[in-house]
């Protein structure tokens, strides 16, 4: 099946720093979505983005398709950021949710 | 919000005893989905519906059983808990009438079998 490899596994922060977390993905892709687990455990929607470039607030995020990977970029970083970021994606030849492989997330700590 | 509650939030149960979690929405979204989430496994797909009465296995549903006789409540039938159960439970929904749509989950309810 599908490989997702997230990087990097672990990211520490301080407040107002910027970071970028990468998502590979070993074949093409026609669903790509990002996540936010919180330390409360709520699992959060931040993008669906099989392609091209969206942002939303502090958060952007990029998937080249065609060289198989997605980036998430954190800006002026706050302390509620902090949490697990996964990136789950669906193969060309898997079809659907139904199939949605998720990596294994990078764990964000971002201090005061 | 997608508008979805999951109930309960916290249940412990003995081994061998059936158990029902139930998930609801208020959207009125056609695909519905059950995950749990283990260290170590990351979340995995139980079970999924893509309608009333319609439900599929996912990677991991021995011991499972689901049932959607309403749009709006997805359940999750354990018909004999065992400790391999124990886990965190997320329903999950494709925010749109599509089944490629962005996925949001409920707040999971935290299983323990003891």
């Known amino acids: 099946g599908i490989q997702v490899e997230q990087s990097p596994p672990d990211l520490i922060l301080q407040e107002g720093a910027n970071s970028t977390l990468r998502c590979n993905f070993s074949d093409s892709v026609n669903n790509l979505q990002w996540f936010h687990q919180n330390p409360w455990g709520q699992l959060i929607n931040l993008f669906y983005?099989?392609?091209g470039t969206k942002q939303n607030g502090r958060l952007s995020a990029t998937t080249v398709a065609t060289e198989r990977y997605s980036l998430l970029y954190i800006s002026s970083s706050q302390t509620t950021d902090s949490g697990v970021y996964f990136c789950?994606?669906?193969?060309?030849?898997?079809?659907?949710?139904?199939?949605?492989?998720f990596g294994k997330g990078t764990l964000l700590t971002v201090n005061p | 919000d997608a508008g979805i509650t999951q109930s309960p939030r916290h249940k412990v149960t003995e081994t061998g005893t059936p158990v029902t979690l139930r998930c609801h929405q208020t959207e009125n979204h056609r695909y519905m989905y059950w995950y749990r989430q283990d260290p170590g496994h990351g979340l995995r797909l139980i079970h999924y519906?893509?309608?009333?009465?319609?439900?599929d296995k996912g990677e991991v549903s021995d011991g499972y059983s689901v049932s959607r006789s309403k749009t709006e409540d997805f359940l999750l039938t354990l018909e004999s808990a065992t400790s391999s159960q124990t886990s965190v439970y997320f329903c999950?929904?494709?925010?749109?009438?599509?089944?490629?749509?962005?996925?949001?989950f409920g707040n999971g309810t935290r299983l323990t079998v003891t």
């Open positions: 519906s893509y309608g009333v009465k319609d439900t």
């Open positions: 983005i099989p392609s």
């Open positions: 999950a929904i494709s925010v749109g009438q599509i089944v490629n749509s962005p996925l949001h």
């Open positions: 789950a994606v669906v193969p060309n030849s898997g079809g659907s949710n139904y199939k949605l492989t």
